[in-house]
């Protein structure tokens, strides 16, 4: 039995390997060598940059219509939320999580390990070094605020004298060096300074490029959104450059450029998806392109390669789709890290609608809400003119290369999550519903809460039990091979096609897992109703199905369950061993945990689960 164990567990990590892909593997192979061994260049770096002025002070009329994201006016702001009621300069070595400190911050970066138990999630210190303030700092000075100004320059200066160049774990990911490049060229813009800047700033934005580029490879390798974010800062940060007189920075230009085409092409599929299957990373994506766009813009530079703009059209459209208007708000889908990479408004984390709207001026050049609202500040801080033509309305929509069935109708919007998996999953959420009445997340995702709390963290947030789907004899759909890579990548052996018929929609998803056991799941949507029908079979023991509810005041009566305003009704053609209602864990926001009511109904048989929630 042990045998046949290890036997299949080779073979799944075996399976897992040829799914990432052998050029992957041997890029991040050929960086980790090159890190022991010394090859690398990014090891002999060395440079120094004296302080001085990063920014002058603003000269220029204020717009009336401008308003500032004031989450740093008085406090500091991490994640999306408040920690700090504080103004003081962050200390850029300390958890805002747990307020532990980096030991000895000044190593080289790459002596520096990945993961300290002692200091906890690395973000935690990561994040005042994204640099989400200097955008901040820059609105308020464009609005007539001179301490602003001086404000920028001094943490800038302090920043630089704790962290100098390529020591301490501030430079450790080249992700997040790219992060600081995109905010300091945004703030620039903001502020009319691109095209004369001040030599500090430029040998500090060089400094960064020098950092970023000799280990490119192994973002790329990641199949994800180091590579677009460390593409945009090579290209943003190289012709930044070259416009101030800088030649050196072609070169950075040249590969920025060659790579944000390669991975828009590669990652973003045709019908939008991304390739990371989180909502949350999706922003990052989008987000991203939409600085390098706005850069280019403003250096009136070339176009991008045509591939980049068909590939945003469509991947706005899907982030378009996915959100909610009444509240911004959409299904907290995949891996969540509390990134939103252009806070330009002082509007809630969780409201996309500001990066919907910006790409959709970009790269669909229509606007996706016509009304007025926070979501049109970032068009008028970075100068993008306000389409006149109107996106469609958002509709029900199947988007069969990532995996998704959108279902609405006037009220309601329903998520079904099924597998199509061309890049490796975070999150064991097949056939995961969402579902969402007038902007309210009704039934919804766990979420993520950290990458680094401890392993029963990163196993319920990241296993079947977070997610509204069914869960076979206590095992996890895929199984996890480390802190983010699962094996036995699921795949759709069957879908029915998305009907439409008048104020009724339905869709439905079959999966077998590596255990045979087999899940085809149902979902229709009506005027008056959400029905779920789950089959399931070659259990051994027992199937469970959850329901991660909104919180509320909830009951048990028989086999239904009831608040205030709703009734979900549960059957089953087996009979049902066990229908409870237990506390559950979510997390909305990044390192924020809290508790909500987890309907589980469990069979001991093969058979059919239906689950009716009628509003």
């Not at 973003?268 to 390098?292: C, E, K, N, P, W």
């Amino acid at each position: 039995m042990l045998n046949n164990y290890v036997r299949s567990n080779f073979f799944v990590k075996v399976k897992t390997a040829v799914d990432l892909g052998v050029v992957n593997i041997g890029r991040i192979f050929w960086y980790r060598l090159g890190l022991v061994v010394g090859f690398n260049l990014v090891k002999g770096l060395k440079t120094s940059i004296e302080q001085g002025d990063f920014f002058r002070e603003h000269s220029g009329n204020y717009n009336v219509e401008l308003e500032a994201n004031d989450q740093w006016l008085n406090k500091q702001t991490y994640f999306g939320r408040q920690f700090n009621s504080s103004s003081e300069m962050p200390n850029w070595h300390q958890s805002c999580l747990i307020n532990v400190a980096v030991k000895q911050p000044s190593r080289p970066w790459w002596e520096m390990a990945d993961f300290d138990d002692e200091l906890g999630d690395i973000k935690g210190v990561w994040e005042a070094s994204r640099f989400d303030w200097v955008l901040s700092f820059a609105q308020q000075a464009v609005l007539g605020e001179k301490e602003s100004v001086i404000k920028l320059n001094d943490w800038l200066n302090d920043w630089l004298q704790k962290n100098p160049p390529y020591l301490g774990v501030n430079w450790k990911c080249g992700q997040e060096a790219s992060i600081r490049v995109m905010h300091l060229a945004m703030a620039s813009v903001i502020m009319g300074q691109h095209k004369c800047t001040t030599k500090t700033l430029l040998d500090f934005i060089k400094a960064h490029l020098a950092r970023i580029a000799p280990t490119i490879s192994y973002a790329i390798a990641q199949d994800n959104n180091h590579g677009t974010s460390e593409a945009a800062a090579l290209f943003m940060g190289g012709s930044w450059l070259v416009e101030n007189g800088d030649e050196d920075g072609e070169r950075w230009c040249q590969q920025g450029r060659k790579w944000l085409a390669n991975r828009a092409k590669h990652l973003i599929d045709a019908d939008g998806s991304f390739s990371q299957y989180s909502t949350t990373y999706h922003r990052v994506m989008l987000d991203t392109y939409s600085m390098a766009e706005v850069w280019r813009k403003s250096l009136d530079l070339p176009l991008f390669d045509g591939i980049i703009y068909i590939r945003l059209d469509a991947a706005t459209d899907w982030l378009f789709n996915m959100t909610q208007f009444e509240t911004g708000d959409a299904p907290n889908l995949g891996a969540n890290d509390g990134a939103r990479l252009l806070p330009l408004t002082g509007g809630d984390y969780r409201d996309f609608r500001p990066s919907v709207q910006l790409a959709s001026a970009l790269f669909v050049k229509k606007t996706a809400y016509d009304k007025e609202g926070d979501w049109n500040q970032p068009l008028k801080w970075l100068r993008v003119q306000k389409p006149i033509l109107s996106n469609k309305k958002a509709t029900s929509l199947d988007m069969p290369l990532g995996g998704y069935g959108l279902l609405r109708n006037k009220r309601a919007f329903v998520l079904l999550n099924y597998p199509r998996f061309r890049f490796r999953p975070s999150q064991c959420d097949a056939l995961h519903v969402d579902f969402w009445l007038a902007g309210e997340n009704l039934l919804r995702d766990a979420g993520t809460f950290s990458y680094n709390a401890g392993q029963e963290v990163i196993d319920y947030y990241g296993g079947t039990q977070s997610h509204n789907t069914v869960q076979f004899d206590e095992h996890q759909q895929m199984p996890r091979l480390s802190r983010f890579l699962l094996g036995g990548w699921l795949k759709t052996g069957f879908k029915q096609e998305l009907k439409v018929e008048a104020s009724e929609a339905s869709i439905a998803a079959r999966y077998k897992d590596r255990f045979n056991c087999q899940h085809i799941r149902a979902v229709k949507l009506t005027g008056q109703s959400l029905l779920v029908e789950d089959q399931l079979s070659g259990f051994k023991r027992r199937a469970v199905a959850r329901w991660r509810l909104s919180p509320g005041n909830w009951r048990i009566n028989g086999h239904q369950i009831a608040s205030d305003e709703y009734v979900i009704a549960i059957e089953s053609d087996v009979g049902i061993s066990r229908l409870e209602l237990i506390e559950g864990r979510e997390s909305r926001y990044y390192y924020l945990e809290e508790a909500v009511p987890v309907i589980e109904i469990e069979i001991n048989k093969p058979g059919i689960i239906k689950m009716e929630f009628r509003f």
